[in-house]
C-alpha cells in the first residue's frame, strides 16, 4: 500500500518567515495529494490540493509543488502569521482497484508554530 | 450551507462496552469515509461507503462495523471497547457521480472517545 512520509514533525519560525513542509510517497500511481490544517480541537480543514498533471499550485500565500519523478511534494506558506499555528497533513491518493473511490494515506503531520 | 456534522463531540466509555457514532455529510454528498486519529498522528483510514455500498475497508478488526442510510448520513459503531480505542473520529465526505467519489474529501469536527 501507499506510504507517505512528512517532514518536519516541528517546525517553529517567526512571523513574516516562510515555512515549508515536505512529504514524499510511494505509490506511482498516486494521483492526488490534499493538505489540510487540523486546529486544537477541530477536524482537517482542506486548504489546498494538486493533482499530478500539475507541478505547482498556488493560493494567496499558500503554495504547493509536486515532482512526480522523485515522488515528492511540498507546502509552502509565505508571510506566516501567528494564526497560521496549527498541524498540518499532506496525503496521498488514487482511485482504487475497484475504480471508484478514492482513499488517502496521511501523513504524521507538522505542527506549525509562528511566533509574533 | 452546513457542513459535515458528528455526534456526540466527546463520549466516554469503559472496556468492553459498545459505542455508536454518526455523520451526515456535506448536503448533496453521496460518500462517506471515517477515520481513527490518535494522538500524534495522521488520521487512518477505517471505511469508506458510497450509495450505501462499502467501497473500502481499513485494516482495523471486525470488532468495528459501519453502515450508510437512504439520506447519506453514516454510524460507525465499535463493540468490545479497548483502551486504544480511545482517538477522535473522523467523518469526511465526498461527492460523486455515476458510481465514482470524487477526490476531495471534507472532515467533521470528530467525535473525541475516551475509553476507560
Known amino acids: 500500500g501507499e506510504n507517505v512520509e512528512q517532514h518536519p514533525s516541528t517546525l517553529s519560525v517567526q512571523e513574516g518567515d516562510s515555512a515549508v513542509i515536505k512529504c514524499t510517497y510511494s505509490?506511482?500511481?498516486?494521483?492526488?495529494f490534499p493538505w489540510y490544517k487540523q486546529e486544537l480541537g477541530k477536524g482537517p480543514q482542506l486548504i489546498i490540493d494538486i493533482r499530478s498533471n500539475v507541478g505547482e499550485k498556488k493560493d494567496q500565500r499558500i503554495a504547493v509543488t509536486l515532482n512526480k519523478t522523485a515522488k515528492h511534494f511540498s507546502l509552502h506558506i509565505t508571510e506566516t502569521q501567528p494564526e497560521d499555528s496549527a498541524v498540518y497533513f499532506c496525503?496521498?491518493?488514487?482511485?482504487?482497484?475497484?475504480?471508484?473511490?478514492?482513499?488517502?494515506?496521511f501523513g504524521r503531520g507538522t505542527s506549525l508554530i509562528v511566533h509574533p | 450551507d452546513a457542513g459535515v456534522t458528528q455526534s456526540p463531540t466527546h463520549l466516554i466509555k469503559t472496556r468492553g462496552q459498545h459505542v455508536t457514532l454518526r455523520c451526515s455529510p456535506i448536503?448533496?454528498?453521496?460518500?462517506v469515509s471515517w477515520y481513527q486519529q490518535v494522538l500524534g498522528q495522521g488520521p487512518q483510514f477505517i471505511f469508506q461507503?458510497?450509495?450505501?455500498?462499502?467501497?473500502g475497508r481499513g485494516n482495523f478488526p471486525d470488532r468495528f462495523s459501519a453502515r450508510q442510510f437512504p439520506n447519506y448520513s453514516s454510524e460507525l459503531n465499535v463493540n468490545a471497547l479497548l483502551l486504544g480505542d480511545s482517538a477522535l473520529y473522523l467523518c469526511?465526505?465526498?461527492?460523486?457521480?455515476?458510481?465514482?467519489?470524487?477526490?476531495?474529501?471534507?472532515f467533521g469536527p470528530g467525535t473525541r472517545l475516551l475509553v476507560l
Open positions: 505509490d506511482s500511481a498516486s494521483n492526488y
Open positions: 448536503s448533496g454528498h453521496k460518500s
Open positions: 469526511a465526505s465526498s461527492s460523486g457521480t455515476a458510481g465514482r467519489t470524487q477526490e476531495t474529501q471534507y
Open positions: 461507503y458510497y450509495e450505501k455500498e462499502e467501497r
Open positions: 496525503a496521498a491518493s488514487m482511485r482504487g482497484a475497484s475504480g471508484g473511490s478514492y482513499i488517502p494515506t
